[in-house]
């Protein structure tokens, strides 16, 4: 079946640094999207992209689909603390399936 | 935007008991909805997708007689986990979807299976 690999696993990050993770996949997809998931909370969509070298923001959140349709990237720049929260990616076609995440902290 | 709404947000149930989550969109018709379950530090494992008015499909692995899933109408879908052990505490969390509508997420089901 499909999977995507993510990566980092986790991030500890100062207050204002930039952050990337990224996800690839072992089979082309045809959506990519990008998820935040806060402690006893679903995931909430923070990005959507749907063609090969699509480059979209969100406020100061920037997501690519790769080239290949293999693969994406989020970046987030100028990092809060309230950005803390597990970052999944997420893909199509045959059904949503989850990337392992990414655990963000970001230290004062 | 979309908002889709589970109940209970957390439970806490006997062994041998049977505990359901709802999954209701409220602001639009979802064709789909889907249950995923999320262990501690874990990704979402998706168990089953269901369409209004039809048997659900189960993942391989996933007991279709332990989570019965119930989808009677375009905003309401059901999760039964029976005769809940301690190895089902686990965060349930449902999707519904609908074309033009992505994928939205409910708040999560704690179950606590003591």
């Known amino acids: 079946g499909q999977q995507l690999n993510q990566s980092p696993q986790s991030m500890f990050i100062q207050e204002g640094e930039d952050v990337s993770m990224n996800c690839t996949s072992s089979s082309i997809f045809n959506t990519w999207l990008w998820y935040k998931q806060e402690p006893g909370e679903g995931p909430v969509l923070l990005i959507a992209?749907?063609?090969?070298?699509e480059l979209t923001s969100n406020g100061r959140l920037t997501a690519q689909f790769g080239i290949t349709r293999k693969d994406s990237f989020l970046n987030i720049s100028a990092s809060i603390p309230s950005d803390v929260g597990i970052y999944f990616c997420?893909?199509?076609?045959?059904?949503?399936?989850f990337g392992s995440g990414t655990q963000l902290t970001v230290l004062p | 935007g979309a908002v889709v709404s589970q109940h209970p947000s957390r439970v806490i149930c006997k062994s041998g008991t049977s505990v359901k989550i709802e999954c209701r969109s409220l602001?639009?018709?979802?064709?789909?909805m889907f249950w995923y379950r999320q262990f501690p530090k874990q990704s979402l494992m998706l168990m089953a997708t269901s369409n209004e008015g039809s048997k659900a499909t189960y993942e391989q692995g996933v007991e279709k007689d332990k989570f019965l899933i119930n989808h009677a109408s375009l905003t309401l879908s059901t999760l039964t986990v029976t005769s809940a052990h301690p190895e089902d505490s686990s965060f349930y969390i449902c999707?519904?979807?609908?074309?033009?509508?992505?994928?939205?997420f409910g708040s999560g089901t704690r179950l606590t299976v003591v």
């Open positions: 997420a893909g199509l076609p045959r059904q949503l399936t």
């Open positions: 602001d639009f018709q979802a064709t789909t």
């Open positions: 999707s519904a979807s609908r074309e033009g509508y992505g994928y939205t």
């Open positions: 992209l749907y063609k090969a070298g």
